[in-house]
């Protein structure tokens, strides 16, 4: 008689968005008048610029034509698109990454969760609090955590760094030695960001004991100020230590097409052992790549209009952003995010739960956020806004929202 993988029984039930959606559900069938605006998901809304339809078009033709048709891709990737990746993302900011140690995949979801195959179950794991519940429950998944505590709201077994208004929501070392650090800047849901330094502290610290940083840099693209690094290989050492990883679904409205990568150094090694080889393996028995059209896509978001139609539309998002912030500000809500990322993270006043918080928004202001306790312990009293709507619906939300 088989068994199953009992680490499965130990995530607790509801997921944060479908708690949300029933919720939503309820209000709008009792109230079918009301126009609910929501600032909830982190999922785009605006389509997927010119450049990148062209793109697609144009490889969607190639597929069709036995000259130029393509079947499987590359293990890691064409070389046309890790080429693109090595020289804008990298070379062109300094950071000395060459093409061959890019993996193409198709998001950073699935690498974020996918990536701890290659480390021994006994490693520990030190992510931050609130956190993308993506690198937790996967390492729940794979059974590097015991059970879930309902009385702390987070597993036993791992250890969680608290970002708060104290520490400008920027962790800091934790007290027990982990082997493996998820950090994610700028950050989902907190929209904070990492200085240069702090990072290179983090990298330091990282080479001083032995642990691996998964860097987690989907937002990078919405960093507006000048000392906020863009990627973890701006410090020094961190070959050494580091994995980055990246995806097209913020910067580039891929949430649906599809497209990431992710970044392993040759010198990131355990013992003799490159973590780079083990990646190659993994990739190449339990991946077939991710599709030419869309790789096709990839290169066109690096070309000179490409670029410059996705500034645009990052620019589009971070208005709103701007939106949320400055109204909440102006209401007396105590907000941080925004300026680096397309989160607004405001606290909850007067010591209102996150969840009774949210109630309050959907019942007398018609608008949908996300409970920051459902990032974590650490979340709770805290409640996230999301730039990605459109503006006028930003507007409008933040409107009823400074009335309520
Ligand atoms: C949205 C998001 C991603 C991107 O995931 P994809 O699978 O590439 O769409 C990765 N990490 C964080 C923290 C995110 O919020």
Request: glycine fraction near 8%; aromatic fraction near 12%.
């Amino acid at each position: 008689m088989f068994t199953i993988n009992e680490n499965y029984l130990k995530l607790p039930g509801s997921y944060l968005f479908s708690t949300i959606a029933k919720k939503v559900n309820a209000y709008q069938s009792g109230n079918p008048e009301a126009e609910i605006l929501r600032l909830g998901i982190g999922d785009v809304t605006q389509p997927l610029a010119p450049a990148i339809i062209e793109a697609l078009h144009k490889a969607v033709d190639e597929m069709a034509d036995q000259e130029t048709f393509r079947g499987y891709a590359p293990d890691l990737g064409y070389e046309f698109l890790r080429t693109a990746i090595a020289n804008h993302d990298y070379r062109n900011r300094g950071c000395d990454i060459a093409a061959d140690e890019i993996f193409v995949s198709d998001g950073a979801k699935c690498d974020s969760g996918n990536i701890q195959e290659i480390f021994g179950l006994n490693n520990k794991i030190a992510v931050c609090d609130p956190v993308y519940p993506v690198y937790v429950d996967t390492n729940v998944m794979a059974g590097r955590t015991g059970n879930y505590n309902p009385e702390t709201g987070s597993f036993d077994g791992m250890i969680y760094m608290p970002c708060m208004e104290e520490n400008n929501f920027v962790p800091e070392f934790p007290k027990e030695t982990p082997d493996i650090i998820y950090l994610c800047f700028p950050n989902n849901p907190t929209g904070a960001t990492i200085t240069r330094e702090q990072l290179q502290e983090w990298v330091d610290y990282a080479n001083r004991v032995g642990a691996v940083i998964i860097y987690d840099a989907a937002y990078e693209a919405y960093i507006t100020e000048e000392d906020i690094p863009h990627s973890i290989y701006e410090c020094k050492d961190a070959r050494n230590c580091a994995i980055e990883l990246h995806s097209f679904s913020k910067n580039a409205g891929f949430t649906g097409v599809r497209l990431g990568y992710t970044v392993v150094p040759k010198d990131l090694k355990c013992g003799d052992v490159k973590l780079h080889d083990l990646w190659a393996r993994r990739h190449g028995t339990k991946y077939n790549g991710a599709p030419y059209i869309v790789q096709r896509a990839g290169e066109a978001v690096y070309s000179e209009t490409g670029k410059a139609q996705l500034k645009a539309q990052v620019d589009y998002y971070m208005r709103n952003a701007s939106v949320i912030y400055e109204g909440l500000k102006n209401a007396g809500y105590s907000v941080s995010g925004g300026i680096n990322a397309p989160y607004v993270w405001l606290k909850t006043p007067d010591h209102m739960s996150s969840w009774d918080f949210f109630d309050k928004l959907l019942h007398e202001a018609n608008v949908v956020g996300t409970p920051g306790s459902g990032f974590g312990a650490h979340g709770e009293g805290y409640f996230r806004l999301s730039a990605f709507g459109t503006y006028e619906n930003t507007v409008k939300a933040v409107e009823r929202i400074a009335k309520m």
